[in-house]
């Protein structure tokens, strides 16, 4: 399943340093440690802008999902997931049956990459 090229920019180049090293990194508060998406500019708990990069454990579980039919058969599948560190993160679903997609699946994140484009975390089932 090809996730097309993606390029960093000075928003996400700590994101991209860390999908190329294998790592999901999700942000902390460093005032009230609450975990946030990779893309928040504060907070979620208390607002504060002080946010560091943490290595998530890759682990999720599947909240929703749609199947998306391609122009020339087949089919991509974008899934949102609950991290087990609690925030929620949409990717597309590769090596999924939607047949067999429930809530709650327990899921892992892996990367992958279109050509030297940036490596692009995918959601798979656990
Ligand atoms: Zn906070």
């Known amino acids: 399943?090809?996730?097309?090229?993606?390029?960093?920019?000075?928003?996400?180049?700590?994101f991209f340093d860390g999908t190329s090293r294998g790592e999901f990194l999700i942000r902390r508060c460093q005032h009230c440690g609450a975990a946030g998406e990779p893309a928040i500019g504060q907070c979620p708990g208390c607002g504060s802008?002080?946010?560091?990069?943490?290595?998530a454990?890759?682990?999720?579980t599947?909240?929703?999902w749609t199947v998306v039919p391609g122009r020339e058969g087949g089919a991509t599948?974008?899934?949102?997931?609950?991290?087990?560190?609690?925030?929620?993160?949409?990717?597309?679903f590769a090596d999924a049956d939607p047949a067999a997609?429930?809530?709650g699946l327990p899921l892992?994140?892996?990367?992958?990459?279109?050509?030297?484009?940036?490596a692009v975390p995918v959601f798979r089932p656990a």
């Open 77 to 92: 599948i974008l899934a949102i997931g609950q991290l087990a560190e609690g925030p929620w993160w949409w990717a597309q």
């Open 108 to 118: 892992r994140i892996t990367f992958e990459r279109d050509g030297e484009h940036e």
């Open 101 to 103: 997609l429930r809530t």
């Open 49 to 55: 802008a002080d946010l560091d990069w943490s290595p």
């Open 1 to 14: 399943m090809p996730v097309g090229p993606v390029a960093r920019d000075g928003r996400t180049a700590v």
């Open 57 to 60: 454990s890759g682990v999720a």
């Open 62 to 64: 599947l909240v929703s």
